[in-house]
C-alpha cells in the first residue's frame, strides 16, 4: 500500500514561533540535529525549519492509515537529516510507527516565502 502527504507553510509562521516562544517550540518540533543543521544555514535559517515542519506534516498526513492514536505522536518521532548531496531522510523514532513502514520518501522545497514538502510512504 502507497500514501502519499504533502504540506505548504509560511516561512513567517514558523519565524514568528521562533522568535516569540523561543526553545520551547524548537524543542517540541525539532530535534538537536535538525536545530543544529537549520542554524547552520544562516540568513535561510527559517527556510529550512519551515521546511522540516512542512516535511513532518507531510508525514503525518501519508501515515494516517498506520497512525493508531495521533494524540500520541510527537514531531520529534520523525527526524529529518540530509545526505552528502543534500538530499533529506526521514529518521523514525517511534518503534510502533517504524514497524509498520516499508520505505518512506520526502522532498522539501523552499522560497522566501514559503516551505513545502511532499511525503511517499510504502506501507508494510
Ligand atoms: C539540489 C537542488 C535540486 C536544490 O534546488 P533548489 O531549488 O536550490 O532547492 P529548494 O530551495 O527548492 O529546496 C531546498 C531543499 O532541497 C533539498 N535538497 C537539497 N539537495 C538535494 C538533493 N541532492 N536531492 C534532493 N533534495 C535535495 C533539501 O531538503 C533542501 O532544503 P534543506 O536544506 O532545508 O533540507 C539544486 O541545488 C541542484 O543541484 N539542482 C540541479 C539542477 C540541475 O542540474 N538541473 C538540470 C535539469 S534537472
Redesign the pocket.
Known amino acids: 500500500m502507497i500514501r502519499c502527504g504533502t504540506d505548504i507553510i509560511e516561512v513567517e509562521r514558523i519565524k514568528d514561533g521562533i522568535e516569540n516562544i523561543g526553545d520551547k517550540f524548537l524543542n517540541r518540533i525539532y530535534t538537536e540535529t535538525e536545530i543544529e ?2 542554524n547552520s ?1 544562516k540568513v ?1 535559517k527559517y ?2 525549519f519551515a ?2 515542519f512542512a ?1 513532518k506534516e507531510a508525514i503525518f498526513k501519508a501515515l494516517t492509515d498506520v497512525i493508531e492514536n495521533k494524540y500520541k505522536i510527537e514531531w520529534k518521532d520523525f527526524e ?1 537529516i ?2 552528502e ?4 531522510l526521514v529518521i523514525i523514532n517511534n518503534e510502533n510507527i517504524k514497524n509498520k513502514i516499508k520505505d518512506i520518501d ?6 522566501k516565502s514559503y ?1 513545502q514538502a511532499v511525503c511517499i510512504a510504502e506501507i508494510m
Open positions: 543543521y537549520c544555514k535561510q527556510q529550512s521546511g522540516r516535511a529529518i540530509n545526505n548531496e543534500g538530499k533529506p520526502i522532498s522539501i522545497s523552499h522560497c516551505a
